[in-house]
């Protein structure tokens, strides 16, 4: 199955609990209870392939751990402050939540204290700082009374890196280029959670002697709230100022590092952004222009001038959803932009419910150039389902209904077939799952069609 974004957190584990027994003495009163259990932490990074290895060079310093008993109260705080050290407490016989942020030291943020710690606690980046190498772990521990307890917390970077900014191509008359960058969420809580949808980021760049404006950023940013808008302002000593913008879909995520290249040519721009390592993402180019543009993440492959752009809406009934080259030609797969729902069919009947689809076939409008309208198959689905907030966005954007997976009150079931037989599938829950071959206002057809576009 493709998806657009594949990776893999380089600085996340799995979190291991040795020796932690659930045993608690219930006969001694928890106030007359002592303190001679010894909880013990370390935090590791990991190899390619999740593993936990000896390595700490990914872990950001310093590491504060909060300790929470089962009432939520913060009974120990406590912080790591190279790879050298391990820490280690007393407590109590008991079951025990740890929370770990790591990369706040107390110059740049405002932390929570052992008086005032919650598990929801806001770390404030402080007036004049700028975010760090943002990390969070937490996991639960019993503690049995007497008894040593071990823990290793893996850690998850919440943060991006903006490694650079270059623009070329920029009129000699330009004197001023800023990049902003937004919505971004504006806080990182204790538990790993985000508040706050409003943040921007603001780049002013320079110009080299070559004419290249730039800014070697190496900032850290708490990822994007949503679809992240990229604004590009140009100023001149008339002070006139023109502004070029673009939205990017599920780009600017947590553990990325970000390089944008742009380069002016007329009334139109085109910026590249580029991903690497730490973890693997594909650059993805999009057009602004004067009044502004909604991006759409494109394939791997270069899209050839005659063949409609992933996410486009084609022949006004139907979205393209993806192409593949094969030899000389393109075969681009399109989805209905409308549904039906609401199919009648005995229960689990094969033959009642391919005269139902079929008879749902027969009201969708044909698209030119394209074959008869199917069912999906169940990797299709998955594929829209992957990269819902690309679609969706084009459909809602022109008046198309949106692939929904979910209301207030129920999940959807999509029709499929891989074979003769169809199947229904839910995007919301597991595979495993088992539902009916049934009708309902639930269960959803959508049509699918492929055609087929010669490149020469």
Same mark, same amino acid.
């Given at each position: 199955?493709?998806?657009?974004?594949?990776?893999?957190?380089?600085?996340?584990?799995?979190?291991?609990?040795?020796?932690?027994?659930?045993?608690?003495?219930?006969?001694?009163?928890?106030?007359?209870?002592?303190?001679?259990?010894?909880?013990?932490?370390?935090?590791?990074?990991?190899?390619?392939?999740?593993?936990?290895?000896?390595?700490?060079?990914?872990?950001?310093?310093?590491?504060?751990?909060?300790?929470?008993?089962?009432?939520?109260?913060?009974?120990?705080?406590?912080?790591?402050?190279?790879?050298?050290?391990?820490?280690?407490?007393?407590?109590?016989?008991?079951?025990?939540?740890?929370?770990?942020?790591?990369?706040?030291?107390?110059?740049?943020?405002?932390?929570?204290?052992?008086?005032?710690?919650?598990?929801?606690?806001?770390?404030?980046?402080?007036?004049?700082?700028?975010?760090?190498?943002?990390?969070?772990?937490?996991?639960?521990?019993?503690?049995?009374?007497?008894?040593?307890?071990?823990?290793?917390?893996?850690?998850?970077?919440?943060?991006?890196?903006?490694?650079?900014?270059?623009?070329?191509?920029?009129?000699?008359?330009?004197?001023?280029?800023?990049?902003?960058?937004?919505?971004?969420?504006?806080?990182?809580?204790?538990?790993?959670?985000?508040?706050?949808?409003?943040?921007?980021?603001?780049?002013?760049?320079?110009?080299?002697?070559?004419?290249?404006?730039?800014?070697?950023?190496?900032?850290?940013?708490?990822? %994007?709230?949503?679809? $992240? &808008? !990229? @604004?590009?302002?140009?100023?001149? =000593?008339?002070?006139? /100022?023109?502004?070029?913008? #673009? *939205?990017?879909?599920?780009?600017?995520?947590?553990?990325?590092?970000?390089?944008?290249?742009?380069?002016?040519?007329? %009334?139109?721009?085109? $910026? &590249? !952004? @580029?991903?690497?390592?730490?973890? =693997?993402?594909?650059? /993805?180019?999009?057009?602004? #222009? *004067?009044?502004?543009?909604?991006?759409?993440?494109?394939?791997?492959?270069?899209?050839?001038?005659?063949?409609?752009?992933?996410?486009?809406?084609?022949?006004?009934?139907?979205?393209?959803?993806?192409?593949?080259?094969?030899?000389?030609?393109?075969?681009?797969?399109?989805?209905?932009?409308?549904?039906?729902?609401?199919?009648?069919?005995?229960?689990?009947?094969?033959?009642?419910?391919?005269?139902?689809?079929?008879?749902?076939?027969?009201?969708?409008?044909?698209?030119?150039?394209?074959?008869?309208?199917?069912?999906?198959?169940?990797?299709?689905?998955?594929?829209?389902?992957?990269?819902?907030?690309?679609?969706?966005?084009?459909?809602?954007?022109?008046?198309?209904?949106?692939?929904?997976?979910?209301?207030?009150?129920?999940?959807?079931?999509?029709?499929?077939?891989?074979?003769?037989?169809?199947?229904?599938?839910?995007?919301?829950?597991?595979?495993?799952?088992?539902?009916?071959?049934?009708?309902?206002?639930?269960?959803?057809?959508?049509?699918?069609?492929?055609?087929?576009?010669?490149?020469?």
């Amino acid at each position: 199955m493709n998806k657009f974004f594949k990776f893999f957190i380089l600085a996340s584990v799995t979190l291991s609990v040795f020796s932690c027994a659930k045993y608690v003495d219930v006969e001694t009163p928890e106030e007359a209870q002592e303190q001679n259990s010894k909880l013990t932490i370390k935090t590791r990074a990991t190899d390619d392939a999740g593993e936990l290895t000896d390595d700490k060079s990914e872990v950001s310093y310093p590491v504060n751990v909060y300790v929470f008993d089962d009432k939520e109260e913060c009974v120990a705080l406590m912080s790591i402050a190279s790879e050298q050290e391990v820490l280690s407490t007393e407590l109590k016989a008991g079951k025990y939540d740890v929370y770990a942020i790591a990369g706040a030291d107390e110059n740049s943020y405002e932390l929570p204290t052992l008086e005032n710690a919650t598990k929801e606690s806001v770390i404030t980046l402080k007036e004049g700082q700028e975010h760090k190498d943002l990390m969070v772990a937490n996991d639960s521990a019993d503690i049995a009374a007497g008894e040593d307890c071990n823990i290793t917390l893996s850690l998850t970077r919440k943060v991006f890196l903006l490694e650079s900014i270059k623009i070329s191509n920029v009129p000699d008359d330009i004197t001023d280029v800023n990049v902003t960058i937004s919505p971004l969420y504006e806080n990182l809580l204790l538990n790993g959670d985000y508040s706050g949808d409003n943040g921007k980021k603001t780049i002013s760049l320079t110009k080299s002697e070559d004419g290249v404006w730039s800014d070697e950023c190496n900032t850290y940013l708490l990822e %994007a709230a949503g679809n $992240a &808008t !990229i @604004k590009i302002s140009f100023g001149n =000593e008339s002070s006139e /100022v023109k502004t070029y913008s #673009n *939205e990017y879909v599920d780009v600017l995520k947590a553990n990325r590092k970000i390089n944008i290249e742009g380069s002016y040519d007329k %009334a139109s721009f085109t $910026a &590249t !952004i @580029k991903g690497t390592s730490w973890e =693997e993402y594909p650059d /993805v180019t999009f057009d602004f #222009n *004067e009044s502004g543009t909604t991006g759409i993440e494109p394939p791997v492959e270069p899209t050839p001038g005659n063949v409609p752009e992933v996410g486009s809406i084609y022949d006004d009934n139907s979205i393209v959803i993806r192409y593949e080259n094969e030899g000389n030609n393109t075969v681009v797969t399109l989805m209905s932009t409308e549904y039906k729902a609401n199919l009648e069919f005995e229960k689990d009947n094969q033959e009642e419910a391919k005269i139902a689809i079929n008879a749902a076939i027969a009201e969708f409008p044909s698209i030119e150039g394209a074959s008869a309208w199917r069912l999906p198959t169940l990797e299709e689905l998955k594929y829209v389902s992957e990269s819902l907030e690309v679609f969706n966005s084009s459909l809602k954007k022109n008046g198309k209904s949106e692939f929904v997976i979910e209301d207030a009150t129920n999940n959807y079931v999509y029709y499929y077939s891989d074979g003769n037989d169809i199947d229904v599938y839910c995007p919301n829950l597991p595979d495993d799952d088992d539902y009916s071959l049934s009708g309902g206002a639930y269960k959803i057809f959508r049509a699918f069609t492929t055609m087929t576009i010669n490149n020469n």
